[in-house]
């Protein structure tokens, strides 16, 4: 079965600075995708960034980009020039070949003046 | 806003009583999705749809059942209610299954079991 690890429960971070979200997964899959999403107080699930695991490049949204790294099986987030709206929990989910997908832990980014 | 509709928002209910949610997925997308997020079991896959038929199922307790209609949307019925099934219950739609196709959740339906 599929585990995606999320270890960090809580990343603060101040306006216009870049932070860094980390996510590990575990998969004999060689076909699947990496998303991350955001969960902000209204607890809407928003989708922030997608990447296809026989794609090489890194995908970017604006001020989202990820590090896939598909042999070390990380997928991280880089949030870059920070805001408050960006304030939310973030999980990274896993889809495989089936299509549920399998969510982490979360972590809660807090944004600072 | 996703196209995603669910409803109701909010539901209270009391314990060994029986709730249905209902969603809508966003036009075009024949897969339906429901997933049951609470503080102890995070985010969990319970039942997935498509076109109408079961297409896999998670952690879905015998208790829950649900079922997608000929319109496409969809309903999780939830009884015997118990109070660990407080939690915020989502439905998410994509376009098709399998192929990786992204899924949009919708606002999520808040449950109370009191």
């Known amino acids: 079965a599929q585990t995606v690890t999320q270890s960090q429960p809580e990343m603060s971070v101040q306006e216009a600075e870049t932070v860094t979200l980390s996510c590990t997964y575990d998969t004999s899959e060689s076909d699947y995708y990496l998303f991350w999403y955001k969960q902000p107080p209204s607890r809407q699930m928003i989708l922030v960034i997608r990447q296809e695991a026989y794609k090489q490049q890194n995908a970017t949204e604006n001020r989202f980009s990820v590090n896939f790294q598909k042999a070390a099986k990380s997928f991280s987030l880089k949030i870059s020039d920070s805001q408050l709206g960006d304030a939310a929990m973030y999980f990274c989910a896993y889809r495989g070949s089936w299509g549920k997908l399998q969510f982490g832990a979360g972590t809660q980014v807090v944004v600072t003046p | 806003d996703s196209g995603v509709t669910q409803t109701p928002k909010h539901l209270i209910t009391a314990t060994g009583q029986r709730v249905t949610l209902r969603c809508s997925p966003r036009?075009?997308?024949?897969?339906v999705y429901w997933y049951q997020q609470s503080l102890d079991q995070g985010l969990q896959f319970l039942i997935q749809y498509y076109n109408g038929e079961e297409r896999a199922k998670g952690n879905i307790l015998e208790r829950f059942s649900a079922q997608q209609f000929p319109d496409l949307h969809s309903e999780l019925n939830l009884s015997s209610l118990e109070l660990g099934d407080s939690a915020l219950y989502f439905c998410?739609?994509?376009?098709?299954?399998?192929?990786?196709?992204?899924?949009?959740f919708g606002p999520g339906t808040r449950l109370l079991v009191l």
């Open positions: 998410a739609s994509s376009v098709a299954d399998p192929g990786g196709e992204t899924q949009y």
């Open positions: 036009s075009g997308d024949l897969s």
